[in-house]
């Protein structure tokens, strides 16, 4: 297996929280989400590698290469088994994470994320990884940011930062995230999960709608599924309170 040193930030003191990103983004991106869940748990987040701070590994990358860096450095700051929190790509890692190493993680919450894809979605993940490659981040944002938040949102230029972020990313990175993410397939594992579980939904959700997310709480013995009403994909970003609750009050429950 690959790895690759990630860059990380570590807030408050308590039960640990690990928070996974989405494509393209940083551990700033938590920021609001953050200040929500309160002191009480020692938060870790991370740039996932190829991203913000964090390097490329010096091949391409699987699903469980990225979840295997994450494992990496849950051992050397010895905060295992912590409460996994992944949004999006993140969420898929997350999953592989718990497969893959169940005794780091003590809890798991997915979110915004699929357990699998149709060949033909595997398709179109690899035509936006090599549509980039061609043609440069300007080529993704606007389609990206219409699937990510809602109109009103982008209208009243909420979206700004995120979108300069992906403006700021290294083409490879993301192209080599994109294709990790069109080889995803945790669905036939999910089963064997047996810590507790949250799969979290935005209601307006184009790209991973809420059937797609309580398709892997199915798969999970006792999993909770729950819908953030009217949240879009980055259903953390434009309702962080709302989240933070439903993450606290399942963190409470575990």
């Not at 981040?137 to 972020?165: I, K, L, Q, Y």
């Not at 979290?200 to 959700?205: I, P, T, V």
């Amino acid at each position: 297996m690959d790895s690759a040193p990630l860059h990380y930030r570590v807030d408050g003191s308590g039960r640990p929280v690990v928070l996974l990103h989405p494509v393209g983004l940083d551990l700033t991106c938590f920021d609001p989400l953050v200040s929500e869940i309160g002191p009480r748990y020692q938060i870790l987040r991370v740039d996932l590698r190829g991203h913000g701070r964090s390097p490329l590994g010096s091949r391409p990358a699987a699903l469980r290469d990225y979840a295997g860096d994450v494992h990496t450095l849950l051992q050397q700051l010895a905060l295992g088994p912590a409460a996994v929190v992944g949004f999006s790509f993140g969420g898929m890692i997350a999953q592989v994470l718990a497969l893959e190493w169940p005794s780091a993680v003590s809890a798991l919450v997915a979110s915004a994320c699929p357990g699998t894809l149709t060949e033909h979605v595997r398709g179109i993940m690899r035509e936006r990884a090599g549509l980039t490659a061609h043609a440069g981040m300007d080529s993704v944002v606007d389609a990206t940011m219409a699937r990510w938040f809602s109109e009103s949102f982008r209208e009243r230029a909420g979206d700004r930062p995120f979108r300069d972020r992906l403006l700021g990313d290294r083409v490879d990175g993301w192209t080599q995230a994109w294709s990790a993410i069109a080889d995803l397939d945790t669905a036939p594992a999910l089963s064997s999960i047996r810590i507790p579980t949250l799969c979290l939904a935005g209601e307006a959700d184009v790209a991973s709608p809420p059937g797609v997310v309580e398709a892997i709480a199915r798969l999970i013995p006792g999993a909770r599924f729950v819908v953030v009403p009217g949240a879009p994909h980055m259903l953390f970003i434009e309702q962080p309170r709302a989240v933070a609750a439903t993450i606290r009050d399942f963190l409470d429950r575990a």
